[in-house]
């Protein structure tokens, strides 16, 4: 069993991730700024806030992992990245492994890029949080080499607005956007979960980031 602390645990994919933790007998915890609306059986909720020093230090401590699953653009007024430096020193502090559940946008298309984020059909909507996320991604590649860390993009089509089909499979891509045959790229919370929960038990991917999808 495994002592799992999530930084949006309450959200699409840390709740995902929290309620597959949990059926697998792991420790769970979540930090978020409100309390649930709708708890899992099993999961210890506590509030928090990421931008807050005190609790990234207290939760890291009773950590094997320490998920990150919030989103990057804006973590009580500044991005994410600027907030990564204090979940590094809490995480080595305690040796706990860092992770985070990241965008697609900084998938490459192919092997040796572009990236998704850089395509001309990518939502311009959409660009600015792309953008946060992969600045935690460059973050985490920049960081310490004692660090235990892992970085997952999901497929393309993918949050609570297409919430998909648990299909109990998924496949990785290293750092190119999984997609199928016929192009399309899409990974249902519930499989992402599967795939993350994987990589904590059996750990698969090493400071690295590794993408996910059907």
């Known amino acids: 069993m495994a002592r799992i602390v999530i930084f949006g ?6 709740g995902n991730i929290a309620s597959e933790a949990v059926s697998r007998g ?7 700024r409100n309390a649930p609306a709708e708890p899992v059986e099993g999961v ?4 928090g806030s990421l931008a807050d020093p005190a609790v ?3 939760a890291a401590q009773d950590a094997d992992h320490l998920v990150v699953a919030v989103k990057a653009q804006d973590v009580e007024g500044e991005p994410l990245a600027s907030r990564v430096p204090a979940l590094i020193e809490a995480a080595r502090k305690y040796d706990a492994r860092l992770s985070f559940v990241g965008g697609a946008g900084s998938s490459l298309v192919a092997e040796g890029g572009p990236r ?8 311009p909507d959409w660009k600015p949080e792309a953008l946060a996320h992969a600045d935690v991604l460059e973050a985490m590649r920049q960081a310490p080499e004692d660090l235990d860390w892992f970085y ?8 609570s607005f297409a919430p998909g089909e648990t299909t109990g499979a ?29 990589e904590i038990e059996t750990p698969a ?3 690295q980031r590794f993408t996910v999808g059907h």
């Open 205 to 207: 991917h090493p400071r």
């Open 44 to 47: 210890d909720y506590r509030t």
């Open 116 to 123: 998704l984020v850089d395509g001309p059909d990518f939502h």
């Open 26 to 32: 792991h420790e769970v915890t979540s930090f978020t």
């Open 170 to 198: 998924y496949r990785t891509g290293g750092d190119v956007l999984v997609t199928k045959e016929d192009g399309s790229s899409a990974i249902s919370g519930t499989d992402l979960a599967l795939a993350y929960v994987d």
């Open 56 to 58: 990234v230090d207290a």
């Open 9 to 14: 645990g309450t959200g699409y994919s840390g």
């Open 152 to 159: 997952v993009s999901p497929a393309a089509l993918y949050g």
